[in-house]
């Protein structure tokens, strides 16, 4: 496999746990590389601006810069980002605010592995929304 056909992924969460776990998971699918890992919004945007990843893991809620206001400066300034946003409720409001500024989908921390990999592979593939940023 090339390096062009490997999927990229950046994960930004609060919860050490959460993000190793993820790490962990996603290091065990083949097309993919784990390329950084940040804990909070605004370390995530300073290492997506050095690592360019291909789709961002975004925690929704975290203190600071939570993960809609993120993800909104992110697809500021790198237009072309795709960002999967995380929650662990299926009913939070900020899944509907993270739509909006333009992540192009959602998972719940529940998920299986597998789904988690197509959902990386099916936002890898996406071309991101024209929602006004």
Not at 94 to 106: H, M, P, S, T
């Amino acid at each position: 496999m090339t390096s062009s056909e490997r999927i990229r992924v950046m994960l930004i969460d609060d919860q050490r746990l959460m993000r190793d776990g993820l790490r962990a998971l996603l290091e065990l699918e083949p097309d993919f590389d784990v390329v950084g890992k940040a804990g909070n919004g605004q370390e995530g945007l300073d290492a997506y601006a050095e690592l360019q990843p291909d789709v961002a893991l975004m925690d929704v809620r975290m203190p600071g810069i939570d993960g809609v206001e993120a993800t909104r400066r992110l697809l500021k300034h790198w237009p072309d980002a795709k960002v999967i946003i995380l929650t662990t409720f299926d009913e939070d409001e900020y899944i509907f605010e993270g739509l909006r500024v333009g992540a192009l989908g959602y998972l719940l921390k529940a998920v299986s592995d597998a789904e988690l990999a197509a959902a990386v592979r099916t936002v890898r593939r996406a071309t991101p929304s024209s929602t006004p940023r």
